[in-house]
């Protein structure tokens, strides 16, 4: 199983940016899919924003245009730029990674979006 290692949710108002970072013990050249997910009480799981391996990414129509996907692939990182936030971002966004077909989560971290 693959070790995430997730950083940078927080408080922001609406209209701000974030960004999250997701650290992999991996390389990201041996996974297959990288990607965010988001979950708020009440909620199922939704799939934000994933980037596979070949750099193909795909985005939740709730988020296109304002969340942007991408990796550093010197530190196996996978990073969710979030701009133009809206209160209904708020959520735990949880990093996801796809290893020949097994997948691995991360810890989660708050992102709140007030007005």
């Known amino acids: 199983q693959v070790q995430l290692v997730e950083s940078g949710g927080g408080l922001v108002q609406v209209g701000g940016s974030l960004r999250l970072s997701c650290a992999a013990s991996?390389?990201?050249?041996?996974?297959?899919?990288m990607g965010w997910y988001r979950q708020t009480p009440g909620k199922q799981r939704e799939l934000v924003a994933v980037?596979?391996?070949?750099?193909?990414?795909n985005y939740a129509d709730s988020v296109k245009g304002r969340f942007t996907i991408s990796t550093d692939i010197a530190k196996n990182t996978v990073y969710l730029q979030m701009n133009s936030l809206k209160a209904e971002d708020t959520a735990v966004y949880l990093c996801?990674?796809?290893?020949?077909?097994?997948?691995?989560w991360g810890q989660g971290t708050q992102v709140t979006v007030s007005s």
């Open positions: 980037i596979s391996s070949g750099g193909f990414t």
């Open positions: 996801n990674v796809n290893k020949n077909g097994i997948p691995s």
């Open positions: 991996a390389s990201i050249f041996s996974l297959n899919f």
